[in-house]
């Protein structure tokens, strides 16, 4: 990385409170503000919480049956589903 890059990114990481340079020997580090961030971050998501409101914005939008699903050894293991207002037969 480029000096400039570098000295942008230190920069950006001080002003957003989450960097911080030490006065007397110019060494920068984290805050505990960075904590925030990480503490805010979900530390397990199943697909179904992730996509469930992808699938029925997608189903009212289609009319259709949508099926989330994901490959296992080669079977197609359903998540989760929606009933659009044309059941899949």
């Not at 002003?15 to 340079?21: H, I, L, M, T, W």
């Not at 007397?24 to 984290?30: A, C, D, I, Q």
């Not at 979900?42 to 189903?59: C, F, G, R, S």
Request: aromatic content about 4%.
């Amino acid at each position: 990385m480029d000096p400039g890059a570098v000295q942008l990114l230190l920069v950006t990481l001080r002003n957003e409170k989450v960097g911080k340079q030490d006065e007397h020997s110019g060494v920068y580090s984290l805050t505990r503000e960075l904590l925030q961030f990480v503490q805010a971050v979900p530390t397990q998501n199943t697909l179904a919480e992730i996509d469930w409101d992808d699938l029925i914005k997608l189903a009212i939008e289609t009319g259709t049956t949508v099926l989330l699903s994901v490959l296992i050894n080669e079977q197609a293991i359903c998540l989760a589903r929606y009933h659009g207002k044309q059941l899949l037969l």
